[in-house]
């Protein structure tokens, strides 16, 4: 009888719904913190969406103090070691940090939460349920008060500034710039357009030109920068015959053409000349540069 009782423990499958339920809530809460941390929702400024982060792990930290069951109070704290975490992350992407301060971050960030873990081991350190009310208030205001900072704030201005002319050879040939400025005082994540155009001249044209400026997908805190419109276009000698069977796979003539916006025409004139295709997404030209 005894093999018996004890192989009836052992077969023993009981089953603890609450631990699956708050394993499975934690595992999606996770997989939240993840996808809001490293994915660009929101179009928050990247300065205050890692300053929301570090907010939301002080308050996961602050609720384990304040809830009463041990298994949500578990919960809380890894739903804020996590947050930090994916905050890390972000910040070492989104802002290319060096080797150096890579390091500065992780190693300081070790120090704090052994030093978290120091303190709640030696008890000297706990919120009663009142002030644990109070300190999450506070972070949900901190919380309340970036987002609508960000809100409010401006978003990045976009002008196209092209050149009258450009001298069309081999190789990349200079358009025009564009132009960025953030007159917000924090980083704001940048989303540079790209173009279409085509160079024609004398029933010739070479369409399907794609001018995209290269972009690092931020730019800082009321700071304007600048980037070059440039195209890699091969061009033939007058009386070199075209590579491609059809007018709008020719190689262009070299020279001098004039910069337009606009579509390209079915029938090109005499003039040579560049046309730059602006999409309603893109931001209009401004002005003319020399």
């Not at 400024?45 to 300053?51: D, E």
């Not at 644990?132 to 205001?141: D, N, V």
């Not at 609508?148 to 040939?173: C, F, H, I, M, W």
Request: charged residues 20%; contains cysteine.
């Amino acid at each position: 009888m005894k093999n018996i009782d004890q192989l009836r423990d052992v077969m023993d499958f009981s089953f603890d719904e609450s631990k699956f339920l708050f394993g499975v809530g934690a595992l999606l809460g996770v997989i939240s913190i993840f996808y809001f941390g490293l994915e660009l929702i929101f179009d928050l400024s990247p300065t205050i969406k890692s300053a929301i982060l570090v907010v939301f792990s002080a308050l996961f930290f602050v609720l384990g103090d304040f809830v009463d069951s041990d298994l949500l109070g578990i919960s809380t704290y890894v739903f804020s070691g996590f947050t930090y975490l994916s905050f890390l992350i972000y910040v070492s992407v989104r802002f290319s940090l060096s080797q150096t301060q890579t390091l500065a971050l992780l190693a300081g960030s070790s120090a704090l939460f052994l030093g978290l873990g120091y303190v709640r081991n030696e008890e000297l350190y706990s919120l009663d349920p009142q002030t644990s009310k109070k300190a999450s208030a506070a972070l949900l205001g901190i919380l309340l008060i970036l987002v609508a900072v960000d809100v409010a704030g401006s978003q990045p201005e976009y002008r196209l500034e092209l050149k009258d002319e450009a001298s069309v050879s081999n190789g990349e040939t200079y358009i025009g710039v564009l132009e960025v400025e953030n007159s917000f005082p924090l980083s704001r994540n940048i989303d540079l357009p790209s173009y279409d155009g085509c160079a024609a001249y004398n029933e010739t044209a070479k369409d399907g030109l794609y001018i995209s400026p290269d972009s690092e997908g931020i730019i800082n805190g009321s700071a304007t920068e600048t980037y070059n419109l440039t195209e890699d276009i091969r061009v033939r000698e007058l009386n070199e015959p075209p590579a491609g069977d059809t007018r709008r796979e020719r190689e262009v003539i070299g020279g001098d053409y004039n910069i337009k916006t606009g579509e390209c025409p079915d029938r090109p004139d005499s003039n040579k000349t560049i046309y730059v295709t602006r999409e309603d997404s893109s931001p209009p030209v401004v002005q003319k540069i020399d």
